[in-house]
RNA sequence: GCGGACAUGGUCUAGUGGUUAUGACAGUAGGUUCCCAACCUGCUAACCCGGGUUCAACUCCCGGUGUCCGCACCA
C-alpha cells in the first residue's frame, strides 16, 4: 500500500483517483474547482444508482420519465424565481474586506427587506450599518452574485439571453400539459428527470459535495390539494430518525415509524410521507447505511414562501450530516407563477364534482342590436366586459370597464338581466407538485464513504469497499489462478457468459499473484471473484469467492453463472 | 470572495541556485511461487502554469490555477 495519511478522508479520496473512480477535471489543465470526472469504475457506479433511481420510481406506474435541455430561456428563470433569488446582493466591507449578503447587513434595520430595490438596499446600508467583524461601516459598491452559467441562444447580435438551468425541475413543469395528456387528464402523476445542473457556487469546497456541474434527479409528482394520494404506509415498519421543525410542537430528534409520524402530525401530509418511506427504500438499496440517514424538516422560517411541508434528507458521513435529497411540497407555487408569466391556461387540472352541483347566476345579456350602433368597432370590447362581470350592478345605467381600461355608459336597453340556472360538473384548479431532488453525486459520495471499509491482514492495512451488488462496478471477477494449461481460455469464456447476461459485467484479471488479485477487486468493491483452477480443467468447477468475508466455496460454473443472473449469490453460501 | 499553508512519476514522499532529481508503493516485462498485496531481475514514469531576477531557477520573487485550513457564501 502506498502512504497513508492519517485522515480516512484522505485515504478514500486519494483511492478514488488511483482506482478511477472519481478524479478532479481537467487536471492537465490545472483543474477546476467544483468540477469532477467520474472514471471507468467511477461511472459503472454512477450508472448504476442513476439506473436503479428511476427503476426505483418508474416501477410504480403513475410516473413517467421525461428530459429537457440544460439550456434555459431567461424568461423561464425569471417566473421560476431564480433569476431573481440568485442574484444575492454583495458588498465588500472596506476596514476587513470580509464580503457579506446585503440582506442579512439590515435584517435589523428593516422588516420587509425582500421588497426593497438595490438603490433602497444602498441607502440603508450608508446609514452606519457596522460590519460584524471588524465594527467599521465603509462598504463598496454593491454588486450582485450571480449564482447561474448565463449563455447566449444564438450567436449573434439578436441572440436570445439564457441560463444553464440550475435544476431540472422546470423542464418538467414546461412539460405538465404533454404529461396531463398523456395521463388520460387525470391526477395523481409524476414525471422524472435526471441530468446535470449548473451552479456557480461561490466557493466549491468538499469534493463531490459542492459542485459547479452535477448531477441531479428529481421527481415532480402533480396531486390535487384537495384529494391528495395517501397510500398506505403500513408496510414500513422501521423507524426512521426524524428532526422536526426547531419552532414546532415537535421538536427534538426522534426515532419513529413513518406512520406513526404522520398520525402524530410531525410530517403533515400524507404523499409527502410516502415519498419519505420510499426515499429511504431507495437509499439502503444503493448500499447507504441506514443509521446514518435522517430527515429534518425545514423550520416555517426557513421554508420558501409557498411550500408548508420541506424535509430535507440528510446523510452522514466524513463531511458531517449533508442535505442529499430535499422533499418539498412546492403547492401550486410553480404552475401558477408559469401561467401568469406565460399567459398560458393548460396549466390546470380538471376536478370532477362528485354530484353535479347547479348554482343560480345573474347575467347581464348583452343586446347586439343595441351595442352595435352605439359602440360600432368596440362593441366587440363591449360584450366581452360585460360577459365577463363577476358582480351584476344593482341599477342601470351604469359605468363599465373594458379591458383596455376606458369606460362606457350602459343603459337599461343595451343589456338584459336575468337569472340563469347553471349546472357545474366539475371545475379547474392548478395542482400542487411535491418534489422529491436527488442530488446524485452527493449520494455516491455517501455510498462510498459508507462502504469504504478499512481492515487488517496480517499486519497491513487493506481496503475493501463493501458496495452493494445494485452499484458494483463490476458483478464478478473472473481469474485464472494461473494463466496456463488452458485456465485463461476457460476464463476468457467464462467472462464473455458473464458479459453476455442481460446487465451484468465481468472483469478478467490474471497478472500477479491471487491475493493480489483478490486486493484489487476488493478495492473497488467488487462483489464475487470466480477462480478457475486444475479442478476447473477436471470437472468444471471453480472457486467463488464473497468480498466481504472472504469465505469461499466451490461450484459449478453453470450454477454460480444462473445465481448471479439472478442475485442470488449468496445463496450458495 | 478574503486571509494562511502547501503544490516533485499513477499514489505517497526526499531533496538542491549548477551537469544522470531520491525512495517506497502501484503499473509493466521476465523468472519463481500459487487461493489472499511473497520473492528476484529489468523497465516505464514527475519538479502545477505564466512572467521576473540570474551566466544558470524545480529551488528565489511576482501573478495565475489548484488543494487544504479558517472567515464569508451554500438560493
Known sequence: MPFMSDRRVDRLTSLLRRRGV????????????????????????????????????????????????????????????HVGEFNDLMVECGGCTGAFRVDHLIEDSHENKNSLSPEELVAILSTGIECPTCKESKWSDVRTMDLMFSTQIGAMKGGRKAYMRPETAQGMFMLYPALFRHFKQKLPFGAIQTGKGYRNE????????RLREFNMAELEYFIDPEDPPCPSLNTWSDSIALVPDPDGEHSGECL??????????????????????RTMDFLINVGIDSTRIRFRQHASTEMAHYADDCWDCELHGEHGWVECVG???????DLLSHERHSGSKQLKAWRQFEEPRSEIRDVLV??????????????????????NLTEIPEKMPFELTLTDGSSVQITDEMATRRSEEVTLHGEWFTPHVIEPAFGIDRIIWHILDHSYTETEKEGEKYSIMRLSSNVSPYDVAVLPLFDKDGMGEIASDILSRVNSMPGLRGEMDSSKSIGRRYARVDEIGVPWAI??????????????????????IRVMVDDVLLNLGTGTVSTLF
Open 256 to 277: 419513529i415509524t413513518i406512520s406513526e409520524a404522520l398520525s402524530a402530525g410531525i410530517v403533515r401530509h400524507p404523499t409527502v410521507a410516502w415519498f419519505l418511506a
Open 22 to 81: 472519481v478524479l478532479p477535471s481537467f487536471e492537465l489543465y490545472g483543474g477546476v474547482s467544483g468540477l469532477v470526472d467520474y472514471g471507468p469504475v467511477g461511472a459503472r457506479i454512477r450508472r448504476k444508482v442513476m439506473d436503479s433511481w428511476i427503476d426505483h420510481w418508474t416501477s410504480h406506474g403513475d410516473i413517467v420519465e421525461v428530459d429537457s435541455p440544460a439550456i434555459t430561456p431567461e424568461s423561464v428563470l425569471v417566473a421560476s424565481g
Open 531 to 552: 477462480t478457475v483452477d486444475h479442478e476447473t480443467l477436471k470437472d468444471g468447477s471453480v472457486t467463488v469467492r464473497r468480498r466481504d468475508d472472504q469465505k469461499q
Open 202 to 209: 461561490i466557493s466549491p469546497r468538499q469534493g463531490m459535495i
Open 327 to 333: 422533499i418539498a411540497n412546492r403547492t401550486c407555487h
Open 366 to 387: 348583452p343586446n347586439g342590436a343595441s351595442l352595435g350602433p352605439a359602440f360600432k368597432g368596440r362593441a366587440g370590447k363591449v360584450i366581452e366586459a360585460l360577459q
